[in-house]
């Protein structure tokens, strides 16, 4: 829809950058998708036409937006690039994104990109999580167990942050404050944006609530600054999550785990 797509470049929902032959067609598109006062944006909605590609074509476009963003003051831009289409990873490494995080059959079997076969029948497509930082990055202080300091020093060394490690809580106070989606794709998405006192119970009864709803995966993350995030993730281990990566400025302009 002509009338959509335009509503949202005019609104600075979406942000592209197209691309014309000699003759004036419209050969290839890229574009910025940015939620309501976000310090971040998405970069997708990329298509080459099949005529022109092998020309750089798509590199030219993002590192045209990349200067786009970095003109309207963005601190990143992420993409999230289907594990079965190695050209857009590489694509996102040669833009200086460094892979994060990887969500494991968060979109349906057949969400693949065109010309792409679709994998093993009943597998669940995956996601890298790609992040680039368009300034220099504050340095971190997280909390988060000592079992994950060495792959969440590594992550952020490829994302140019310095890192360091708060002590974790010796407890936890008040209520925990937690949001729940459902998502078409079949993705329950569970965020906990304070970590409290009863956080393994509401954990086990939100994850339970979600698969009586028929949920195909289950999304979990909480901000790296809570103290609480070495309890949280010793109750969601119990219940069968695995570390994931990390999301840069996902929660508010701060990272989440």
Same mark, same amino acid.
């Given at each position: @829809?002509?009338?959509?797509?335009?509503?949202?470049?005019? $609104?600075? &929902?979406?942000?592209?950058?197209?691309?014309? /032959?000699?003759?004036?067609?419209v050969?290839?598109?890229?574009?910025?998708?940015?939620?309501?006062?976000?310090?971040?944006?998405?970069?997708?909605? !990329?298509?080459?036409?099949?005529?022109?590609?092998?020309?750089?074509?798509?590199?030219?476009m *993002?590192?045209?937006?990349?200067?786009?963003?970095?003109?309207?003051?963005?601190?990143?831009?992420? &993409?999230?690039?289907?594990?079965?289409?190695?050209?857009?990873?590489? /694509?996102?490494?040669? =833009?200086?994104?460094a892979?994060?995080?990887?969500?494991?059959?968060?979109?349906? +079997?057949? =969400? *693949?990109?065109?010309?792409?076969? =679709? #994998?093993? !029948?009943?597998?669940?497509? @995956?996601?890298?999580?790609?992040?680039?930082?368009?300034?220099t990055?504050?340095?971190r202080?997280i909390?988060?167990?000592?079992?994950?300091?060495?792959?969440?020093?590594?992550?952020?060394?490829?994302?140019? &942050?310095?890192? @360091?490690?708060?002590?974790?809580?010796?407890?936890?106070?008040?209520?925990?404050?937690? =949001?729940?989606?459902?998502?078409?794709?079949?993705?329950?998405d569970?965020?906990?944006?304070?970590?409290?006192?009863?956080? !393994?119970? +509401?954990?086990?009864?939100?994850? $339970?609530?979600?698969? /009586?709803?028929?949920?195909? @995966?289950l999304?979990?993350?909480?901000?790296?600054?809570?103290?609480?995030?070495?309890?949280?993730?010793?109750?969601?281990?119990?219940?069968?999550?695995?570390?994931?990566?990390? !999301? #840069?400025?996902?929660?508010?302009?701060?990272?989440?785990?």
């Amino acid at each position: @829809s002509p009338k959509r797509y335009w509503k949202q470049v005019e $609104s600075g &929902a979406l942000i592209p950058v197209i691309a014309r /032959n000699a003759a004036g067609g419209v050969i290839g598109h890229v574009a910025l998708e940015r939620a309501p006062g976000a310090s971040i944006a998405e970069r997708g909605e !990329a298509v080459v036409l099949p005529a022109y590609r092998g020309q750089r074509l798509l590199e030219r476009m *993002t590192e045209r937006l990349t200067q786009e963003a970095q003109t309207l003051g963005l601190d990143g831009v992420f &993409a999230q690039p289907v594990t079965v289409h190695t050209f857009s990873q590489h /694509n996102d490494a040669r =833009a200086g994104m460094a892979a994060c995080a990887l969500a494991l059959g968060v979109r349906p +079997e057949h =969400a *693949t990109p065109k010309g792409v076969p =679709a #994998p093993t !029948a009943g597998q669940r497509q @995956s996601l890298l999580l790609m992040f680039n930082f368009l300034r220099t990055p504050e340095a971190r202080h997280i909390y988060a167990p000592r079992r994950y300091h060495e792959i969440l020093r590594k992550i952020y060394q490829a994302l140019g &942050a310095d890192l @360091s490690f708060a002590a974790p809580a010796t407890e936890l106070t008040g209520q925990s404050g937690v =949001a729940i989606k459902m998502e078409k794709s079949g993705v329950g998405d569970i965020r906990f944006t304070k970590i409290g006192v009863g956080v !393994a119970v +509401e954990l086990r009864q939100i994850c $339970s609530d979600l698969l /009586n709803f028929g949920v195909k @995966s289950l999304r979990l993350s909480a901000p790296l600054g809570d103290p609480g995030v070495p309890v949280l993730v010793d109750a969601a281990r119990a219940c069968g999550f695995f570390f994931s990566g990390v !999301a #840069p400025c996902f929660e508010d302009g701060a990272d989440a785990l």
